[in-house]
T-cell receptor
Framework: EAGVAQSPRYKIIEKRQSVAFWCNPI?????LYWYQQILGQGPKLLIQ????????DSQLPKDRFSAERLKGVDSTLKIQPAKLEDSAVYLC??????????????FGPGTRLTVL | QKEVEQNSGPLSVPEGAIASLNCTYS??????FFWYRQYSGKSPELIMS????GDKEDGRFTAQLNKASQYVSLLIRDSQPSDSATYLC???????????FGAGTILRVKS
């Protein structure tokens, strides 16, 4: 079974530029998550989708971050315009709704973003 | 008070020893608990999940859960240098599907 795929793996941009990240979850996983992980901290949930609907985006900075999952499979996360404090690793994870609600999440390799 | 708390470490143990990693959480209704291992520069990898009070063993790993004390731990027996990593504790809140992560404990196993 293929794992969660993400691209790009690394991205360096100037502040005020825009950037987009892509995620493809594990096949059959209905729930998809985007996390931000700053060095030395645990992952922080930005947005959660179930199929193509948003379940939780309470910690997404909506003035600059947006995300979509149009067909209930792939997802994109966009930052526009980027700030220095957005430098972090952006992790995508997915989980199956068949795990009896335990919510075991599996992570992709992440995208390391550096904002200069 | 943080929702999920872990000692940041580093925790240093000699090769072959037992490493004990601890985690406390504040949401008393939490039902699902996870340990992730994260190597430097890599993404978190799920290594253990536990849902009931008591112990759950998987190879050299044992997860322990005490809901009354709001405490979950991970024991690693016969620690190897390859176990050196950051261990993240994650807790599923009682309501909703959200996982809340601790900041992680750095484990160093010295040969």
């Amino acid at each position: 079974e293929a794992g969660v795929a993400q691209s790009p793996r690394y991205k360096i941009i100037e502040k005020r530029q825009s950037v987009a990240f892509w995620c493809n979850p594990i096949s059959g996983h209905a729930t998809l998550y985007w996390y931000q992980q700053i060095l030395g901290q645990g992952p922080k949930l930005l947005i959660q989708f179930q199929n193509n609907g948003v379940v939780d985006d309470s910690q997404l900075p909506k003035d600059r971050f947006s995300a979509e999952r149009l067909k209930g499979v792939d997802s994109t996360l966009k930052i526009q315009p980027a700030k220095l404090e957005d430098s972090a690793v952006y992790l995508c994870a997915s989980s199956s709704i068949r795990d009896r609600g335990h919510n075991e999440q599996f992570f992709g390799p992440g995208t390391r973003l550096t904002v200069l | 008070q943080k929702e999920v708390e872990q000692n940041s470490g580093p925790l240093s143990v000699p090769e072959g020893a037992i490493a004990s990693l601890n985690c406390t959480y504040s949401d008393r209704g939490s039902q699902s608990f996870f340990w992730y291992r994260q190597y430097s520069g890599k993404s978190p990898e799920l290594i253990m999940s536990i849902y009931s009070n008591g112990d759950k063993e998987d190879g050299r790993f044992t997860a322990q859960l005490n809901k009354a004390s709001q405490y979950v731990s991970l024991l690693i027996r016969d620690s190897q240098p390859s176990d050196s990593a950051t261990y993240l504790c994650a807790v599923k809140r009682e309501y909703g599907n959200k996982l809340v992560f601790g900041a992680g404990t750095i484990l160093r196993v010295k040969s």
